[in-house]
């Protein structure tokens, strides 16, 4: 599986949008980029997930680049309940692992 | 709510017990994984069951043993652990279809060996 590479922290004002980077340079053609948070303590829950084009559903939206090394979590209007560990994950097909990094600290402030 | 529930949510053992993990999901999905979250540390995958058979086994110590009796089932059977298996243990399950694997985790069970 492609490795990822994200900023370990980040802080975003509350009401504004939250962009999270990651970086996955080594992807391969057929390999989904997942984004996964977790509220402190919890299980990690899904966000969303692509393969080339860009995603958006009720939680946020998925901006992958057209090279696909890089991708975007935006969550439109960020709240102080969205402060998490959010993680970045590439999984090729066939594969049950995913491989957690440490992700990036998402704080909203009010 | 997930559809996937863990019992119990804390558990405080000795070094010398055998205790159990649950695990339940009511997705319908076709795999189930157990996943441990020491502190300050990644997740780390222990076992996937795919079908109800495992198909992988992450070099995880022999004091951890997983079953899986049914599809929406699965346990962890705890004995003989060290203190440095404290930590959050996750279960997770995921329709595995072509191309895609999204996983559903429960909220875990805090463990503490003491």
């Known amino acids: 599986d492609a490795k990822t590479t994200q900023p370990t922290s980040m802080d975003c004002a509350e009401g504004r949008a939250a962009n999270l980077p990651c970086n996955h340079s080594?992807?391969?053609?057929?390999?989904?980029v997942y984004w996964y948070r977790q509220i402190h303590s919890q299980g990690p829950q899904y966000i969303i997930h692509?393969?080339?084009n860009n995603e958006t559903n009720e939680m946020a939206s998925l901006i992958i680049t057209e090279d696909r090394k890089s991708s975007t979590l935006i969550l439109p209007h960020a709240t102080l309940r969205d402060t998490a560990v959010y993680y970045c994950?590439?999984?090729?097909?066939?594969?049950?692992?995913?491989?957690f990094g440490t992700g990036t600290r998402l704080k909203v402030l009010a | 709510e997930t559809g996937v529930t863990q019992t119990p949510r804390h558990l405080v053992m000795g070094m010398t017990n055998k205790k159990s993990l649950k695990c339940e999901q009511h997705?319908?999905?076709?795999?189930m994984y157990w996943y441990k979250q020491s502190a300050k540390k990644p997740l780390e995958l222990m076992f996937v069951?795919?079908?109800?058979?495992?198909?992988e086994n992450n070099s995880v110590p022999s004091r951890f043993s997983p079953e899986c009796p049914n599809s929406s089932h699965l346990f962890l059977h705890l004995h003989t652990l060290q203190p440095e298996d404290s930590a959050l243990y996750l279960c997770?399950?995921?329709?595995?279809?072509?191309?895609?694997?999204?996983?559903?985790f429960g909220a875990g069970t805090r463990l503490s060996v003491l």
């Open positions: 997770a399950s995921s329709q595995v279809i072509v191309g895609e694997n999204i996983q559903y």
């Open positions: 080594t992807i391969s053609g057929n390999e989904y």
């Open positions: 692509g393969l080339k």
């Open positions: 994950i590439v999984r090729a097909p066939g594969t049950y692992k995913y491989i």
């Open positions: 997705l319908g999905h076709n795999a």
């Open positions: 069951y795919s079908l109800e058979e495992r198909v």
